[in-house]
Structure formats: structure tokens, C-alpha cells
């Protein structure tokens, strides 16, 4: 029987990496839409409404990966795929702690013109869909690690 912690990491990544693409794809077009210093003068409402949407999909997802790769078998492929699942929520993080945490804290302060508004931007939103790919990769590979260890246990029970 396998734990739950695989398929939490799984659907906690999936739910991470639609939020992101929510936030890319449908605020992200919206904000390149409208003026930049209305953008600016919002995003703390905005901010403040998806951050339980990241951290309610994010933090299940984290605390599982870490407890499927320790039950997943040392050099097995179902390990190498939960490692890339880590890998890919990671570098999602990365990037957030290092990009885009400090620019929304400059984006708050309200400090720059609307030139510098309309560059912060784009230079977030493309970021953002970096961050997004990795979130992409995280599910892609959590779906293989489990694939990986159904196909295995149904080869297994054939035998």
C-alpha cells in the first residue's frame, strides 16, 4: 500500500503551479492592460489575496515531496523524479525569495515613476513565468514518480 504523501505532493504541486499560471496568464495580462501606477497602487490587495492561495497548495506539496523522497527506494527512478519534483518547487522559491519578495516590497513603497513601474512589471511577470516553468516541471516529474512506482508495483504483483 502506498502512503498518501505522493499523491499530496502531486496535487499540491498541480495547485501551486495553476495559481501561478492564474496569476501569469490572467492578472499578469490584466496588469500590462492598465496604467502601471494603478498596478503599482494595487498590488498589495492583490498580494494579499493570493498569498493563501500559494501557500495553501505550496506548503502540502513541500512537506509532502520531502517524505516521498525518503520512501521512495535509494537510486530508484521514482527517486531521481521526486529529487526533480524538489528541484523545481525549489527553484520556484528561489526565485521568489530572491526576485520578486524584495521587488514587491519595492513595488509597495511606491518609490519609482511609472516608466520604472512599467519595467518592475514586465521584468516580474517574466520571472513569474520562470518560476511557473519550474512549478511545471515539479508536476511533470511528481506524475512520473508515481507512474513509476504504480508500473512498478504492477510488475511486481504480476510475477
Known amino acids: 500500500m502506498t502512503s498518501r504523501a505522493p499523491l499530496i505532493a502531486f496535487g499540491g504541486s ?14 499578469g495580462r490584466q496588469w500590462v492592460q492598465i496604467d502601471s501606477l494603478v498596478w503599482a497602487d494595487t498590488w ?3 498580494f494579499l489575496f493570493l498569498l493563501p492561495c500559494i501557500a495553501v497548495t505550496l ?13 521512495a527506494p535509494l ?9 526533480i ?12 525569495l530572491v526576485y520578486h519578495v524584495p521587488t514587491n ?13 512599467t519595467t518592475q512589471l514586465h521584468r516580474w511577470l517574466l520571472l513569474h ?12 516529474a511528481s506524475f512520473q ?13 504480476a510475477r
Open 129 to 140: 513565468a520562470v518560476r511557473t516553468l519550474a512549478g511545471l516541471v515539479a508536476v511533470v
Open 44 to 46: 498589495l490587495a492583490t
Open 14 to 27: 498541480v495547485g501551486f503551479t495553476a495559481v501561478m499560471a492564474t496569476i501569469g496568464m490572467g492578472l
Open 59 to 71: 506548503t502540502p506539496a513541500a512537506i509532502a515531496v520531502v517524505i516521498a523522497l525518503r520512501n
Open 145 to 157: 514518480a508515481i507512474s513509476t512506482r504504480v508500473t512498478g508495483c504492477a510488475a511486481h504483483q
Open 75 to 83: 537510486a530508484s527512478r521514482e527517486r531521481r523524479n521526486w529529487q
Open 105 to 117: 516590497i519595492r513595488i509597495w513603497t511606491g518609490d519609482f515613476t511609472a516608466r520604472d513601474a
Open 85 to 96: 519534483t524538489a528541484a523545481g518547487l525549489a527553484v520556484s522559491v528561489l526565485i521568489t
